[in-house]
C-alpha cells in the first residue's frame, strides 16, 4: 500500500514519518527531513537516512541562489547525496520505504523525482509526506494513483492519523510479517 501524509507547515508529517520509523524499527529506512534553528528562526532543512543517519544540509538561507525556495537556496547535490541514497537504501533492504518530503525543494532534483517514481512503482509499501498545494506533476500523478491513501493531518488528528497509517502498514505487512515494534524496543 501506498499512503501520503499531507498538511499545513509545521502540522507533524515529519513527526508521523518519524513515529512510524521508529515503531518499524530496521523493517522501514528512507529519508526524513528536519529543520535547522538559530534559536527560534528556522534557517534550513538537513536531510537523513534513517538507516546509517548520515545527514547533510540541502536547504538554508546562506546557500546560494542558483536554485532556490522561498528564503532558501537549495543543494540538490546534498539531497542525492543522502536522500536519494536513502531511498535507493530502502528499496532495496526493507519493507517500509519512508519518503519525508516531496516538495519544491526535493523537486528540483531529478534523481529524487526518479526514485519517488520507482518507490511507488514497486510492491514495498510507501509512507511519503507531500507539499499541500504543490501542483507538480509528480505529485499530481502520485495522489491521482489508484493504490494511494492520502491523509490530511493537521494538530488535532495526528494521532488518530499515526494509528490509522500503522493499521494499514499492519494489514499490508500480515503476509510479509511486519508487526510494529514496542517503543523503545
Known amino acids: 500500500m501506498k499512503i501520503l501524509i499531507t498538511g499545513k507547515p509545521g502540522c507533524g508529517k515529519t513527526t508521523l514519518l ?8 530496521s523493517r522501514a529506512g528512507g529519508m526524513i527531513t528536519r529543520e535547522i534553528r538559530e534559536g527560534r528562526k528556522r534557517v534550513g ?10 545527514s547533510a544540509t540541502f536547504a538554508h538561507v546562506d546557500f546560494p541562489k542558483a536554485k532556490r525556495v522561498g528564503k532558501y ?11 536519494v541514497r536513502a531511498i535507493e537504501q530502502a528499496l532495496s533492504e526493507c519493507e517500509v ?12 532534483s531529478e534523481a529524487f523525482i526518479k526514485v ?14 507531500i507539499h499541500l498545494k504543490s501542483r507538480h506533476p509528480l505529485i499530481t500523478s502520485l495522489k491521482s494513483r489508484n493504490d494511494v491513501i492520502i491523509y490530511t493531518i ?12 500503522m493499521e494499514v502498514l499492519r494489514n499490508e505487512g500480515e503476509d510479509s510479517g511486519i508487526q ?5 524496543g
Not at 536531510?47 to 546509517?52: A, G, H, S
Not at 520505504?97 to 528540483?108: F, G, H, N, R, S
Not at 488528528?157 to 499515526?162: L, Q, S
Open 45 to 54: 532543512f538537513s536531510v537523513e537516512n534513517l538507516l546509517t543517519k548520515e
Open 116 to 129: 519517488v517514481e520507482k518507490a511507488f512503482s514497486s510492491p514495498k509499501s510507501v509512507v511519503a509526506s
Open 73 to 83: 537556496g537549495v543543494d540538490v547535490a546534498a539531497l542525492e547525496r543522502v536522500g
Open 97 to 108: 520505504v519512508l519518503i519525508d518530503e516531496i516538495a519544491p525543494m526535493e523537486l528540483y
Open 154 to 165: 493537521d494538530e488535532e488528528n495526528r494521532d488518530e492519523v499515526f494509528r490509522k497509517v
Open 18 to 25: 518519524a513515529r512510524v520509523a521508529e515503531q518499524l524499527g
Open 180 to 184: 510494529a515494534e514496542q517503543a523503545g
